[in-house]
């Protein structure tokens, strides 16, 4: 088993930057899969962005493609997510998630399949 704990959110003005993290402990972070989702009010969590247990494989949502980028560090059992040109409509409690999978190029971008979840993280873009 792992837990996650994020961090990093806040209030930023729109085009601004932030870089959230998200700490594991329990079982080594290596072993998963990890990807980023957010729900804003009102509506369902939905993806944002993968990166499999190697790094090597990356996914994004069209939405925040070319301004977010995922990337991970396994020996210090942290998963990062750098956002850029951030949008009032970033604004959103952010989730990270783990995932087992087979292959270490594995990822997914259904919030179903995740097997661990963090607490979130509020982001708000101001315009």
């Known amino acids: 088993q792992v837990q996650l704990v994020e961090s990093g959110g806040g209030l930023v003005q729109a085009g601004g930057s932030l870089r959230l993290s998200c700490a594991a402990s329990g079982r080594t972070l290596s072993s998963y899969a990890m990807g980023w989702f957010r729900q804003a009010p009102g509506k369902e969590r939905e993806f944002v962005a993968a990166i499999s247990r190697s790094g090597g494989s990356l996914y994004y949502a069209d939405s925040v493609k070319g301004r977010f980028t995922v990337s991970r560090d396994n020996a210090k059992n942290t998963v990062y997510l750098q956002m850029n040109s951030l949008k009032p409509e970033d604004t959103a409690v952010y989730y990270c998630?783990?995932?087992?999978?087979?292959?270490?190029?594995?990822?997914?971008?259904?919030?179903?399949?995740?097997?661990?979840w963090g607490q979130g993280t509020q982001v708000t873009v101001s315009s």
């Open positions: 998630g783990a995932i087992l999978l087979v292959y270490s190029t594995g990822i997914s971008s259904s919030v179903s399949e995740y097997d661990y």
